[in-house]
């Protein structure tokens, strides 16, 4: 018995009826991050990233989703808010101690909080890389285009294991759901969305939430994180034309041949820049927040928005935007370094 019962299910062949929605452009993907500064470590894994394609790299093959209540969001966003926190209690010592020095009792430099709290920024700075790749790694579910699969990266019962040892399902065996959230945080009601298998009572594990837009009050993104994924197991079109895609889109036959058939620039997004690229994610980040799914549902020709196969035709890269960085390599690397010491990130 399906354990969504009780909640609006979102059936995929019912959603792919209003197949022609656009895809969200993931844009911070490419944003300019070449200086590591005193990130040793990740400097270090960054080079060293091998050319076997894993399911988290291989974007052709491979759509993950982190888990919603993961562990490793604590472990990473923890040690910011604290290292940020002792960057604020320094700065206050620090005035305490500069205006004592004004006063007939000056007083000696905190050494012993602002050296801690600086040392607490480095060290998870470089552990950071090392406890997220190596120690803890995320808790994943991801859907495997060539094979038609869905695997979570946490034991589930009755399971079969795909090649990296990931507990694994048939595509059609998986459907997904979504609810009212009780961690809105302040902001309203929101919605979560999340995967299970059909036959969860003889696969208790196979149940996730799914990361969606940051407290989604409007239900739509919970539904378009769907229709991206049967979009993306459609094994009949290429692959959707968005950035973090490009780099991997010779891998796919379908979309390989698509490409070659409607002559595509190999470099659209990389060759645009990303002020241009974050225009275009706010227009289509507006259009999933308005868009009818019930209507495309039920009455697509009407309703349902005609797929961007051609986005370099519909967005052509815009020169005036695409300037180079003329800021001093000095001023880029202060930031930076302040960043690094100041948060650990």
């Not at 700075?125 to 946490?154: C, H, K, M």
């Amino acid at each position: 018995m399906s354990i969504s019962y009780r909640f609006a299910k979102m059936n995929a062949r019912t959603i792919e009826a209003s197949q022609n929605f656009k895809q969200y452009i993931e844009s911070h993907l490419f944003e300019y991050k070449g200086i590591m500064g005193l990130s040793l470590v990740n400097m270090i894994i960054f080079r060293q990233k091998s050319s076997n394609s894993t399911y988290r790299e291989n974007r052709a093959r491979y759509l993950p989703f982190q888990k919603a209540n993961d562990a490793m969001l604590a472990l990473t966003l923890g040690p910011i808010l604290l290292g940020a926190t002792g960057t604020f209690m320094s700065i206050i010592f620090f005035g305490v101690w500069f205006y004592s020095q004004f006063t007939s009792t000056p007083e000696d430099f905190p050494f012993w909080f602002v050296l801690p709290a600086i040392g607490f920024n480095l060290f998870f700075l470089n552990f950071g890389p090392i406890l997220a790749r190596y120690i803890l790694p995320r808790r994943e579910v991801y859907f495997d285009r060539i094979n038609q699969t869905v695997s979570f990266t946490w034991s589930v019962d009755n399971a079969q294991k795909n090649e990296h040892g990931h507990a694994t399902f048939p595509f059609s065996d998986i459907e997904a759901f979504y609810a009212k959230a009780n961690h809105s945080q302040g902001h309203g009601v929101t919605h979560a969305m999340y995967v299970a298998h059909k036959d969860y009572s003889n696969h208790r594990g196979a149940f996730s939430e799914i990361r969606v837009k940051d407290n989604p009050q409007n239900p739509n993104y919970c539904r378009y994180t769907w229709e991206r994924v049967v979009r993306f197991m459609d094994l009949s079109k290429p692959l959707v034309d968005s950035p973090e895609i490009e780099p991997f889109r010779h891998f796919d036959p379908v979309t390989r041949d698509f490409d070659k058939q409607n002559n595509r620039p190999e470099k659209y997004w990389r060759l645009m820049s990303y002020k241009q690229m974050q225009q275009i994610e706010e227009q289509l980040d507006n259009d999933i927040y308005r868009f009818n799914f019930d209507g495309a549902i039920t009455n697509p020709k009407r309703w349902a928005n005609e797929e961007i196969t051609k986005p370099w035709e519909k967005w052509p890269i815009d020169e005036s935007l695409n300037q180079p960085d003329t800021t001093p390599y000095w001023k880029r690397l202060t930031k930076t370094l302040l960043r690094q010491i100041a948060m650990g990130v």
